[in-house]
């Protein structure tokens, strides 16, 4: 949990929006490992469901940082676009 807070933290703190965009993106990946670490371990005073809900409003927010598609979308853009669905 506090990984996935560093790197949220670390992508609110950034401009740039890709590498913002990719920050979340490793944010939001370890979230979801920390979501699946509390199903599989003893239930803690935060619900895995409540983990994995707020995982994709970051991802949602994340997602409109950039725009993925186009004429003007980079390679790098559509793979990020492919790594958010």
């Known amino acids: 949990m ?4 560093r790197k949220k933290h670390k992508a609110d703190a950034m401009v740039e929006k890709f590498g913002k965009a990719l920050n ?3 944010a939001a990946l370890s979230f979801i490992e920390c979501g699946n670490a509390m199903e ?3 239930m803690e005073s935060k619900s895995p469901y409540t983990m994995y809900s707020e995982t994709v409003e970051l991802i949602r927010y994340a997602v409109r940082l950039k725009t993925h598609s186009g004429p003007n979308a980079t390679p790098e853009d559509k793979q990020l676009a492919a790594l958010w669905l």
């Open 2 to 5: 506090q990984e996935a807070k």
């Open 40 to 42: 599989q371990g003893p």
């Open 24 to 26: 979340y993106a490793e």
